[in-house]
């Protein structure tokens, strides 16, 4: 059974029975206010990733390992710092075949230079295969500073 066009179309209703209906409002103010939580929240989140992964104030690249004899690795680095009038101090660390930290030395960077170059050697207490900087900061532990 087909049907036809005046069984398909919308009812039309009586004018004036059910009101004029809603006014068309404008929902130009909703696009702005979501337009501006989405920029606030955009800015906190780039404030955030600045801060946490912008360079470091004092950063410390390997140059150069070697092991030494007695379960020893002697590692060159260089240390770059952004105020070269404060002390620092660098982490570095020997480690293992399995790639365990086997060995830990926290090396004091004095105030100087704003590029360094420094040795030290890690003793270990197995055999080490590598050495590499673990971390720099300009927080001195007060055995590492000098009176």
């Given at each position: 059974m087909a049907r036809g066009p005046a069984?398909?179309?919308?009812?039309v209703l009586p004018e004036g029975r059910y009101g004029s209906g809603?006014?068309?409002?404008?929902?130009?103010?909703?696009?702005?206010?979501?337009?501006?939580?989405?920029?606030l929240v955009s800015g906190v989140i780039a404030w955030?990733?600045?801060?946490?992964?912008?360079a470091a104030p004092?950063?410390?690249?390997?140059?150069a390992f070697s092991e030494k004899p007695g379960n020893a690795m002697e590692i060159t680095i260089n240390v770059t710092r952004d105020d070269d009038s404060r002390p620092g101090v660098c982490i570095v660390r020997a480690r293992d075949k399995t790639g365990a930290e086997s060995g830990r030395k926290e090396l004091l960077i004095p105030a100087g230079a704003k590029y360094s170059r420094m040795t030290t050697t890690i003793k270990s207490i197995g055999e080490p295969v590598t050495a590499d900087v673990f971390g720099c900061s300009y927080d001195i532990p007060r055995y590492l500073s000098t009176p």
């Open positions: 069984e398909t179309a919308a009812p809603r006014a068309p409002t404008s929902r130009r103010w909703r696009r702005w206010l979501f337009l501006a939580i989405a920029l955030v990733a600045y801060i946490n992964l912008g004092i950063d410390a690249e390997r140059i």
